[in-house]
C-alpha cells in the first residue's frame, strides 16, 4: 500500500521559515512529485513540482524566490523549504506523486498525480 506523510508544518510569524517533508513507502517514483497547498474556501493549488532525477523543477509564481523543492531518493522523501513565509501561505499543504507519465502540463495540475498525503497545516501570522 502506498503511503505519503508529510510533517513539518506548524505556526510561524511572517518572514519566519518552515521545512515539509514528505516520506514516501510502499513504492518508489520515477515520475513527479509535487507539493500543493489548499486554503480554507479555495481549490488545491499547486505549489512546487520536481521529477525523481532532480531535473523538472518548477513552482507557482506566488512562491518563486521564497520555496526550495528538493528530494532524497535514497530516502524516497520530498521536501519543501519554505522561506519568508507571508500570510497568505497559510494553508493545508499536501505532497503528491506521479503514477505514471502524463503530459507536462498536467504536472501543474491535480490530474498528474496519482498518490496524495493527509496534509499538514501551515498557518503564517501577520
Known amino acids: 500500500?502506498?503511503?505519503?506523510?508529510?510533517?513539518?508544518?506548524?505556526?510561524?510569524?511572517?518572514?519566519?521559515?518552515?521545512?515539509?517533508?514528505?516520506?514516501?513507502?510502499?513504492?518508489?517514483?520515477?515520475?513527479?512529485?509535487?507539493?500543493?497547498?489548499?486554503a480554507p474556501g479555495k481549490e488545491r493549488e499547486f505549489v512546487a513540482a520536481i521529477m525523481w532525477d532532480g531535473d523538472g523543477i518548477n513552482y507557482a509564481d506566488s512562491v518563486k524566490g521564497r520555496?526550495?523543492?528538493?528530494?532524497?531518493?535514497?530516502?524516497n522523501a520530498g521536501y519543501l523549504q519554505m522561506?519568508?513565509?507571508?500570510?497568505?501561505?497559510?494553508?493545508?499543504?499536501y505532497c503528491a506523486a506521479s503514477g505514471a507519465i502524463?503530459?507536462?502540463?498536467?504536472?501543474?495540475t491535480t490530474r498528474g498525480y496519482d498518490y496524495w498525503g493527509q496534509g499538514t497545516q501551515v498557518t503564517v501570522s501577520s
Do not use: H
Not at 15 to 36: D, E, H
Open 1 to 38: 500500500q502506498v503511503q505519503l506523510v508529510e510533517s513539518g508544518g506548524g505556526l510561524v510569524q511572517a518572514g519566519g521559515s518552515l521545512s515539509l517533508s514528505c516520506a514516501i513507502s510502499g513504492r518508489t517514483f520515477n515520475y513527479y512529485m509535487g507539493w500543493f497547498r489548499q
Open 67 to 75: 520555496f526550495t523543492i528538493s528530494r532524497d531518493n535514497a530516502e
Open 83 to 93: 522561506n519568508n513565509l507571508k500570510p497568505e501561505d497559510t494553508a493545508v499543504y
Open 102 to 108: 502524463y503530459s507536462n502540463s498536467y504536472y501543474y
